[in-house]
């Protein structure tokens, strides 16, 4: 109504319409039209300024304002039906608009009923300016006010995120507290979402939160590897909105300023004492949310979902994603690589010996890549030093140790003696790494082919005597001939072998 009191204002001052127009940016026409309705009232400039903008609309548009006819109610009356069919791939308003003129020949032409359909869209739904096709996307985001349950062993109030979810096509909410927005708990959060949709989307548009974006673009974001794994394991595609383009995710947004009036307001009115039992209640409050019809609709959220977009979503992967984490490591001279979590060995390729390599490792399988290619994949063990072996993976001068197991030193060490294999067994027992001991077992038992078996008995029977298992106690023995003399049974246990830097009791007399 400002512009047209311009237009009055200027033509009663003699400015031209083309003038008045061009000022305006009005169309010349609709000027033309605004000075004819004011000359036919035949009423003072003064006296119409003086009227509001509720009251000089109603003078102005009176031909807007008409009852509408039953050719128009028609019309609408056939848009509820057109909106559901417009969400599926492939329909049109064309196709639409052949289907109405089908049941009503004497309806609107195709440009008109295109402009009253944008009309009614707008009017019905402000917020949704986006025509969405079923299982094409999933928007989500986190509420910016956040939940809070109270903590039953420390009586603190903890507050807790709010993750959003929402399907483009049907608009179907899934809302769910989590401790944070880490990308452990936004990647559970999303599967969570998808479970609850039972299928997944062709993609999933996020904000730029450092759980799914690691930097930021506005044409092509790079994606946090974590992330763009779980979307590869659902078979979707990840679609950040571009920074600072809230629009890309206006749908989002609207839903979470509509659970701020329907879940939060339930929800606050209650005391809860765990995370579990906030999210038990935040679901009873979603349930009564998407079946609640829509505005100016007579279906709701979820009878929207079953008859449009439920049998369009993917298939859910058989398997739960599991969080993959990511370490850089060295492979060891023995081509293996060392799992610090687990202190677990697993081994590689020997042409890789001395190369960074990259471990990405979820509960059940490690993974090994060099420059994006996979060059080892092992079962996840958790046995702390331990070696899982693939035989392929080792030089044919290396492959004698894959046979480097406690059973088997035992069993060598019983085919010398049972005072050696006894001698070996304390040792595989008391070293902490099982490699150290290995070698340890390995140095000893060969022994047998120098010293003979006898000699290394009797080395091994002498060294137990004395407590000591190494492999330098065995080697200083042999080397003394220490195994050659009789032990003096009346002599201290603690008596060790002579060594040139112990000094004896008899120094200290």
Not at 9 to 34: C, D, F, H, L, P
Not at 344 to 349: A, E
Request: charged share 30%.
């Amino acid at each position: 109504m400002t512009k047209v009191r311009i237009i009055l204002r200027q033509y009663t001052q003699g400015v031209s319409r083309k003038m008045i127009g061009e000022k305006t940016t009005v169309a010349r026409n609709t000027v033309k039209k605004y000075i004819r309705q004011f000359i036919a009232m035949d009423r003072p400039l003064e006296e119409l300024e003086k009227l509001t903008d509720s009251e000089l609309e109603r003078l102005f548009m009176a031909d807007k304002q008409k009852e509408p006819d039953q050719r128009y109610k028609d019309m609408v009356s056939f848009f509820p039906e057109m909106e559901k069919a417009l969400k599926r791939k492939g329909v049109t308003r064309e196709h639409q608009w052949q289907k109405y003129i089908s049941v009503y020949p004497d309806g609107y032409r195709l440009s008109q009923f295109k402009q009253y359909y944008n009309q009614w869209r707008h009017r019905v739904n402000s917020v949704m300016h986006m025509e969405h096709k079923s299982g094409d996307k999933m928007y989500v985001d986190y509420a910016g006010d956040k939940l809070e349950y109270i903590d039953v062993e420390t009586g603190e109030v903890r507050q807790v995120e709010v993750f959003v979810a929402i399907l483009g096509a049907s608009q179907l909410t899934y809302v769910e507290a989590s401790m944070s927005q880490q990308k452990e708990d936004f990647i559970t959060s999303c599967e969570n979402a998808l479970l609850y949709f039972g299928g997944s989307p062709q993609a999933i548009v996020t904000d730029n939160l450092r759980s799914a974006v690691t930097r930021s673009d506005r044409y092509e974001a790079t994606l946090n590897e974590t992330f763009r794994d779980f979307v590869m394991h659902y078979n979707m595609t990840a679609l950040p909105a571009g920074p600072y383009r809230p629009t890309h995710k206006a749908l989002v947004e609207g839903a979470v300023k509509i659970i701020y009036r329907t879940i939060y307001t339930t929800i606050r009115e209650k005391t809860f004492y765990s995370l579990d039992e906030l999210n038990t209640a935040i679901k009873v409050a979603l349930e009564d949310h998407n079946n609640k019809l829509l505005k100016g609709r007579d279906y709701s959220r979820r009878q929207l979902f079953d008859e449009i977009e439920k049998q369009v979503l993917q298939e859910l992967a058989v398997y739960r994603y599991q969080t993959k984490h990511k370490k850089v490591v060295t492979v060891m001279k023995n081509n293996h690589v060392c799992l610090s979590e687990d202190r677990h060995y697993y081994s590689v390729p020997y042409r890789f010996i001395g190369k960074k390599v990259t471990m990405l490792y979820n509960q059940n399988q490690v993974e090994i890549y060099s420059h994006y290619e996979r060059i080892a994949a092992h079962q996840r063990s958790y046995t702390p030093y331990g070696y899982t072996t693939v035989d392929d993976h080792l030089a044919s001068r290396h492959r004698y140790k894959s046979e480097w197991t406690p059973e088997n030193f035992i069993q060598r060490a019983g085919f010398i003696g049972k005072e050696t294999q006894e001698y070996i067994m304390k040792i595989l027992d008391k070293r902490q790494h099982p490699e150290q001991a290995y070698k340890s077992c390995q140095g000893i038992l060969s022994f047998a082919a120098r010293a003979g078996s006898d000699r290394l008995n009797k080395a091994c029977s002498r060294a137990m005597f004395f407590n000591d298992f190494s492999y330098n106690t065995i080697r200083i023995i042999l080397e003394k001939k220490l195994d050659m003399q009789e032990i003096d049974q009346q002599e201290n246990q603690s008596l060790m072998p002579p060594h040139t830097n112990i000094r004896g009791k008899d120094y200290y007399k």
